[in-house]
């Protein structure tokens, strides 16, 4: 009793244990890695949208300000068209230029915020500046206006001013003539241009100037004059240039952090200044002047407060519920690990009380399995003996059996068929494809149709077929197959046939029908030599004749005794035909006969695949005519058709070609003309013809000089 207890138990925790645990880490680890990668996201997600900003604010910065200054020199060319204003600024009237611009400044300042109109004269005096008349007699030496008086052209830019504020002038110089009378100035403080971006993008724009180009003394006392902070070492290189009497505290805290930090300001490089509650993200961009020099930052910052406190909140909520589900779902599995550990211990008990009752079993087969095993041996050695007669008549007929397991795809061969194949004999059976594999490739796929057939069909396999041995050797096979008449005992089909060696015979039938056919027929030298070694195995009578060699002297010599011709040169030319890419090549070479002169031929040559040894077939062909004819017509493109002296074509040739050498030799070319006087006047009166006969005795006279 106490033992049937302890097994009903054998497998309690048996599931839950091992998978449970294991769960609930995953869990907690995936919900980790969840959060980690979703904040990571999340931040690299912010970061691009801050720089995706940066462009655009950056773009519309510049943009404002390139319109800005096109409006600008628009007006600034319209102060020409007020009457009497030239005379005033040549006279260096100032009540009157007053006069005549204060209105049309007043207009500029509502409409184009222009903030600054100065009158200069030609030495870069200030005659007047209307935004403050009490201020002139100064001399300008600002950048836009030097510039505008070396190029006399309007010239424009953004300059810093003493305060660090930004702004963008227009400097004009008049002309009467060629005689400059003065400038006009006019400028608009920027500021309107960062307050746009500010409600524009929704971002809080603040700028901070580089403390090398400004005065300290100038600044602090504009500072003071117009009540704002003027803290000059608050940061360790830069001033902030505040527009509004108070700025947030965290602010100041955050942004000395970055400021005091060793390492440069990088442009749309973004940044974390957030103090709790707030989350900020910001960056900086780089402001320039006229000059082009980095005066100063632009700091870009937005407030990602809200739109991350929605986002957590999400994130919680969706980690609470998984929790919530995961609970449920692990309660669920206990249930179900328990039910089944509780059908495993009435299974195993089951089990256990079947294999007693096997083990009775079992021993009263191993008492008759012994008795059939003794009989088994002595039908065995019986068969041994008759493996024994039936491998060494294989092996005299070249005939080879093998036994195909179609349905487990196992081979089983002979002695000789492992002996035809080139195969090992360690061991007995192999996959079909193993054999496959020596079927030469290009009689493989008839192979496999073959048999697909007599499998299917029940039609007997009779097919001629190549193998590749392993050493790289071709045999030509007649292999025969059939289906099983009834299914063996162990309940499988099987496939048995026989592969039958003919290579020595076909390679005889071979060579005596080719060389039949060529020997009997051919009217031109033909000659059949082997691919490896070029010895020369058959001729045809024909090529006996012309090369004079008696067939015993012919066939004791390679290609090359007869044939000259590189080797080197000739086995590239064949090449196409080991590798299967040409049926044919033509090569012109000559044949050297015995005891005579080598003559002209084309070979034809062709590649015989079907022989244990490579061989290749050559026709030769006359050519003598041919070259003749060739060497004609060069003759006739090189020389004059009456006098036969070499023409203009050949005249050039051979002068450039003495040229060619005397450079070479650094000596001269002496080129003479000769010309027939009133050859013209020969011609009209007493005919072509024996214009023709006078230029044959000119050509003999120059041969004879010559």
């Known amino acids: 009793m106490g ?19 294991p769960l609930i880490a995953v869990f907690f680890i995936f919900g980790g890695s969840f959060i980690v990668l979703f904040s990571w996201h999340l931040s690299n997600s912010i970061d691009s949208e801050i720089s995706h900003q940066m462009v655009e604010l950056e773009g519309i910065y510049r943009a404002d300000v390139e319109d800005d200054a096109r409006h600008m020199i628009v007006e600034t060319h319209g102060f020409k068209n007020i009457p009497g204003l030239k005379e005033a600024l040549k006279n260096r009237d100032q009540e009157q230029l007053l006069a005549l611009s204060a209105s049309f400044y007043q207009r500029l300042s509502h409409h184009l915020h222009i903030t600054h109109l100065y009158f200069t004269g030609p030495d870069r005096i200030n005659l007047l500046r209307v935004h403050e008349p009490s201020r002139y007699g100064d001399r300008i030496d600002r950048y836009t206006t030097l510039k505008a008086e070396e190029s006399k052209k309007v010239s424009y830019g953004l300059e810093l001013g003493a305060l660090g504020t930004f702004t963008l002038r227009v400097v004009m110089p008049w002309y009467e003539g060629d005689t400059l009378i003065g400038f006009i100035e006019i400028g608009e403080e920027i500021d309107h241009i960062t307050q746009k971006i500010r409600n524009l993008l929704d971002v809080d724009a603040k700028v901070f100037i580089n403390k090398k180009v400004l005065n300290r003394e100038e600044w602090q006392s504009g500072m003071a004059m117009l009540g704002r902070d003027y803290n000059w070492d608050r940061f360790p290189n ?15 805290d955050e942004i000395t952090k970055h400021l005091f930090a060793s390492t440069p300001l ?9 103090t709790p509650p707030k989350h900020i993200k910001a960056a900086f961009m780089p402001l320039y002047d006229v000059q082009d020099r980095r005066v100063g930052e632009l700091l870009i910052s937005v407030d990602v407060t809200r739109w991350l406190n929605n986002v957590y909140f999400s994130i919680l909520l969706s980690i609470g519920i998984a929790v919530l589900a995961n609970i449920l779902l692990i309660s669920l599995f206990i249930r179900i690990a328990r039910r089944t550990e509780d059908e495993l211990n009435d299974a195993h008990q089951m089990l256990t009380n079947e294999a007693d009752v096997r083990t009775r079993l079992q021993t009263m087969h191993i008492e008759e399995l012994e008795a059939k095993n003794r009989t088994l041996e002595l039908t065995q050695n019986r068969l041994g003996e008759r493996e024994g007669q039936l491998s060494r008549a294989q092996h005299m007929a070249h005939m080879g059996s093998w036994e195909w397991d179609f349905e487990n795809d196992i081979v089983s061969c002979s002695d000789e068929t492992r002996t035809i194949l080139g195969l090992s004999c360690n061991f007995d059976t192999c996959q079909i494809e193993d054999i496959n594999l020596h079927v030469h490739k290009d009689d493989r796929e008839n192979i496999r149709r073959a048999l697909t057939k007599a499998i299917n069909d029940g039609k007997p396999f009779d097919q001629e077929y190549r193998i590749v041995r392993p050493d790289g050797s071709i045999r030509l096979i007649h292999g025969q197959a059939e289906l099983a008449s009834n299914h063996s005992s162990d309940g499988t089909t099987r496939l048995f046939g026989t592969m039958h060696d003919l290579t020595e015979q076909k390679h005889s039938e071979e060579i005596n029908r080719h060389l039949g056919n060529i020997l009997d027929n051919a009217s031109n030298e033909i000659i059949l030599f082997s691919a490896d070694s070029k010895i020369i195995l058959q001729a045809n009578h024909t090529a006996q004749q012309h090369l004079n060699y008696s067939e015993t002297e012919l066939y004791s010599q390679t290609l090359f005794d007869i044939l000259k011709f590189d080797e080197k040169h000739f086995d590239q030319s064949v090449a196409p035909l080991d590798n299967r890419n040409s049926h044919e090549i033509h090569i012109e070479a000559e044949l050297q006969p015995k005891d005579a002169a080598p003559y002209p031929v084309e070979l034809r040559i062709q590649k015989s695949h079907y022989h244990s040894e490579p061989v290749y077939i050559a026709l030769a062909l006359d050519i003598s005519e041919k070259q003749a004819q060739q060497q004609e017509l060069v003759h006739q493109g090189l020389h004059d058709p009456l006098t036969k002296l070499p023409n203009r074509l050949q005249l050039t040739k051979q002068t450039l070609g003495a040229i060619k050498s005397a450079q070479i030799t650094e000596s001269s070319v002496v080129l003479v003309l000769i010309n027939i006087n009133r050859f013209q006047e020969i011609n009209d009166t007493l005919g072509h013809n024996n214009g023709d006969q006078i230029l044959l005795q000119y050509a003999k006279r120059v041969q004879t000089i010559m």
């Open 3 to 21: 033992n049937s207890s302890r097994l009903n138990h054998r497998y309690r925790g048996y599931l839950s244990k091992p998978i449970l645990y």
């Open 238 to 252: 830069h001033i902030y240039v505040s527009h509004e009497q108070k700025e947030e505290p965290y602010f100041f």
């Open 266 to 274: 990088i442009e749309k490089h973004v940044i974390d200044i957030s």
